[in-house]
């Protein structure tokens, strides 16, 4: 009889289309991920993979059985999430993006955590896109980003609007003004996170002449590595609130300026899977959040 190990086998195989991916993602050598594959195939009396395919790829069959196999593996997995909600247990996979992690993070999840004792919390850092594969895959319960998300069947839940704030080298121009005008934004000296980052989209969509804008020098997935940077160097860039809100210091606070209206900003969002026996974990995921973070903006 086919086992449900086999199947989690199958299916991390058809989502890395690669026998060592797979095998690492299964936490098994790569022989042993390959013969447990052979003898599911062999039980089901049909090739699941076309391994003539380069890169490998379902067979026709396969692509028959693939979602079949996947509704299995799903359904299992939320009987174990049902005994784990019977024993007031729970687990919360969640992801969130590079510029929201760190000014975030350490605002609710002490609390959240000493109120919710009972909640097996697990954090993964991530860009947008590869968030939002790991929610689509079920490897993720929810993320925490900063775009719109209209993905079926994923749900969206804001949670607080953050404005921006310019960060500008010592002797830049916008240090003189007490505000910026978001028109008065160009791409001249601009610092950006690197590609796949969504807040370099969003800073550049506010900049008038970013059809012409030259990448610079160097880009960061880093914020506070490019808020070093000019401070020590030239140029500018725009930071979120919550971290506008972390620099201590007088001197970076001195490069700091707010916009006038209307102000630029962002807005973070939750964006999770429906599992009816995670949906109260998540809705105090939510509550915690908002409660914490008011008071920062």
């Known amino acids: 009889m086919i086992t449900l190990t086999q199947l989690t086998y199958i299916l991390a195989l058809e989502q890395t289309r690669h026998f060592g991916k797979a095998a690492l993602k299964c936490h098994i050598s790569q022989p042993t991920l390959s013969m447990q594959i052979k003898k599911a195939e062999a039980l089901l009396g049909v090739p699941v993979f076309d391994r003539d395919k380069n890169p490998l790829g379902l067979s026709k069959e396969g692509e028959g059985l693939i979602?079949?196999?996947r509704s299995i593996v799903k359904e299992v997995s939320y009987l174990h999430e049902m005994a784990k909600s019977a024993r007031a247990s729970m687990s919360l996979k969640i992801g969130v993006i590079p510029s929201v992690a760190p000014y975030l993070l350490p605002l609710f999840l002490d609390h959240f955590l000493t109120k919710n004792p009972n909640v097996s919390f697990t954090i993964q850092e991530h860009q947008t896109q590869t968030l939002l594969k790991l929610l689509m895959e079920e490897e993720l319960d929810a993320a925490i980003l900063a775009t719109t998300v209209h993905q079926k069947p994923l749900l969206t839940q804001v949670l607080y609007e953050e404005p921006f704030y310019v960060f500008?080298?010592?002797?830049?121009p916008y240090l003189k003004k007490t505000a910026i005008h978001v028109?008065?934004?160009?791409?001249k000296g601009l610092w950006l996170m690197s590609e796949g980052h969504c807040l370099q989209d969003q800073v550049l969509s506010l900049c008038q002449d970013s059809a012409h804008f030259k990448s610079p020098l160097y880009q960061s997935g880093n914020l506070e590595a490019l808020i070093r940077i000019i401070g020590r160097q030239s140029g500018y860039t725009l930071i979120p609130a919550l971290l506008k809100n972390t620099l201590s210091k007088k001197d970076q606070k001195a490069h700091v300026r707010p916009f006038s209206p209307p102000v630029p900003g962002r807005t973070v969002r939750l964006v999770y899977r429906k599992n009816q026996f995670k949906e109260k974990t998540i809705g105090l995921l939510i509550q915690s959040?908002?409660?914490?973070?008011?008071?920062?903006?």
């Open 289 to 297: 959040i908002q409660e914490n973070v008011g008071v920062f903006l």
């Open 183 to 187: 028109h008065e934004l160009e791409t």
């Open 67 to 69: 979602e079949k196999i």
């Open 168 to 172: 500008a080298s010592k002797c830049h």
